[in-house]
């Protein structure tokens, strides 16, 4: 079965730190790009960072850059998203996505190109 399980959400309060994991199985998982993406109640789901399947080459979103930074494991099928310096317009609940062979000049961005989510773990930021 394909899936992927997103762990580590929690509150935290502003300035903290936070590192979410997405653990795949059932695919591939050195062929996919890993993204991350976030929903704020009332707000748009957006893009916050992703990692393409070859080279490994990272893109994130103007508001998470220099705070997030996404890596990817692939010997243990897990992509990561270190967050720091948390802020309070952070809370959302957060999601990953993959795409196999997706890859940077496509636009990692882009919500649509992703096939598999997982469920979200939601992420609190306390002023």
């Known amino acids: 079965q394909v899936q992927l399980v997103e762990s580590g959400g929690g509150l935290v309060q502003a300035g903290g730190s936070l590192r979410l994991s997405c653990a795949a199985s059932g695919l591939t998982f050195s062929t996919y790009t890993v993204g991350w993406f976030r929903q704020a109640p009332g707000k748009e789901r957006e893009f916050a960072a992703a990692?393409?399947?070859?080279?490994?080459?990272?893109t994130s979103a103007d508001s998470v850059k220099g705070r997030f930074t996404i890596s990817r494991d692939n010997a243990k099928s897990t992509v990561y998203l270190q967050m720091n310096n948390l802020k309070p317009e952070d809370t959302a609940v957060y999601y990953c996505a993959a795409a196999r062979l997706l890859r940077r000049g496509y636009g990692l961005g882009n919500a649509a190109l992703y096939d598999l989510w997982g469920q979200g773990t939601q992420v609190t930021v306390s002023s």
């Open positions: 990692i393409d399947w070859s080279p490994g080459s990272t």
